[in-house]
């Protein structure tokens, strides 16, 4: 099926096969369902040609997501219900603008490709026995706080750069960032109970900010030496 949608506003209830235009979406709801988004087509890294999502996002049982060239903007929140296991294929020069968050429900699982990685407010959360995986970025985080809820809770970022702008960290489960380097300018990164915290190689610059490792494991990688 494929959807011409840049004539005003669409929300999409999903099941089965879809092909997306560039269009502006109040929700989707995708069941069993491989979805395909072509972009705008090329690099479109100022997002001047997004296909947009103003409301929520939500994925239950097995789906595959297609990205072509462009801009995605997520008005809402992300949502991966219980046991949803959910996988996006991204391709070249693409770049995804959180605006609610990503938040993973028990025990499911989304992983992603290699993109440009925006998250402006919400929440990044992983609950008890999800997964979420995320490729290489560069990552920016403007005031989103990131839950890892549970000891069976996984969050794993790809390489960075990362940029996190008064942005907080609470981690209670599995929680690694790949190489850096790292910026952390205000907010804070809190290893609870039970946790490990794992920052891979890269210089770290902290600025009006603090970590607690409250006894837990935090390990931040030094790079291989001659």
Request: a neutral charge; charged letters at 5%.
């Amino acid at each position: 099926f494929f959807f011409q949608a840049e004539d005003g506003i669409r929300d999409y209830k999903v099941t089965g096969v879809q092909t997306c235009a560039l269009p502006i979406y109040s929700s989707i709801t995708a069941t069993n369902s491989t979805l395909t988004f072509p972009g705008s087509g090329g690099a479109d890294p100022s997002c001047t040609k997004p296909t947009s999502v103003s409301g929520n996002v939500i994925f239950n049982g097995t789906n595959t997501v297609n990205f072509g060239p462009g801009c995605y903007v997520f008005g809402s929140t992300m949502i991966a219900n219980t046991g949803a296991k959910v996988t996006f294929n991204v391709g070249a020069n693409v770049v995804f603008v959180f605006k609610g968050g990503i938040t993973l429900n028990s025990s499911s699982q989304l992983t992603s490709g290699d993109a440009t990685y925006y998250f402006n407010g919400g929440s990044i959360i992983s609950n008890s026995g999800a997964t979420l995986t995320l490729g290489n970025g560069p990552y920016y985080l403007w005031w989103c706080s990131i839950y890892v809820n549970s000891s069976t809770g996984n969050l794993q970022f790809g390489k960075g750069p990362f940029y996190l702008y008064y942005s907080s960290i609470y981690n209670n489960g599995i929680l690694t960032f790949g190489n850096g380097p790292y910026y952390l300018q205000g907010g804070s990164i809190t290893a609870n109970s039970g946790s490990t915290t794992t920052f891979s190689v890269g210089d770290m610059y902290i600025y009006y900010g603090s970590i607690n490792a409250n006894g837990e494991h935090l390990r931040l990688v030094r790079p291989a030496t001659d």
